[in-house]
Nanobody, 126 residues
Framework: QVQLVQSGGGSVQAGGSLRLSCAAF????????MGWFRQAPGKEREGVAALDSDGRTAYADSVKGRFTISKDDAKNTLYLQMNSLKPEDTAMYYCAADCRRVVAGIIPPDYEYNAWGQGTQVTVSS
């Protein structure tokens, strides 16, 4: 059974940076597809970024050029580096695993993922 444990997040002023981590247990890193999602109060969950084992990435337009998804094979950990944060980035962030693959730069939809992290809050103040 795949278990995703998130860490990182917190509060930061606009323009600042944060890094989210997602440690994956029981997940076959030899062939993977993982992503980050977020949900702000009163809004639907949206995909932020995704990465698969072929090195394909996808980003939401709202975060392109500011966020970077990456992984550390040795630590079985997925990261989301968030720079130039804006107040509209404020949300609960979730990592997710076991999508099929990233195609044409599109983040796989949330129903493709079979495992989810517990969520971590990111708050950006103006």
């Amino acid at each position: 059974q795949v278990q995703l444990v998130q860490s990182g997040g917190g509060s930061v002023q606009a323009g600042g940076s944060l890094r989210l981590s997602c440690a994956a247990f029981g997940y076959p890193w030899s062939s993977y597809c993982m992503g980050w999602f977020r949900q702000a109060p009163g809004k639907e969950r949206e995909g932020v970024a995704a990465l698969d084992s072929d090195g394909r990435t996808a980003y939401a337009d709202s975060v392109k050029g500011r966020f970077t998804i990456s992984k550390d094979d040795a630590k079985n950990t997925l990261y989301l580096q968030m720079n130039s944060l804006k107040p509209e980035d404020t949300a609960m962030y979730y990592c997710a695993a076991d999508c099929r693959r990233v195609v044409a730069g599109i983040i796989p939809p949330d129903y493709e993922y079979n495992a989810w992290g517990q969520g971590t809050q990111v708050t950006v103040s103006s």
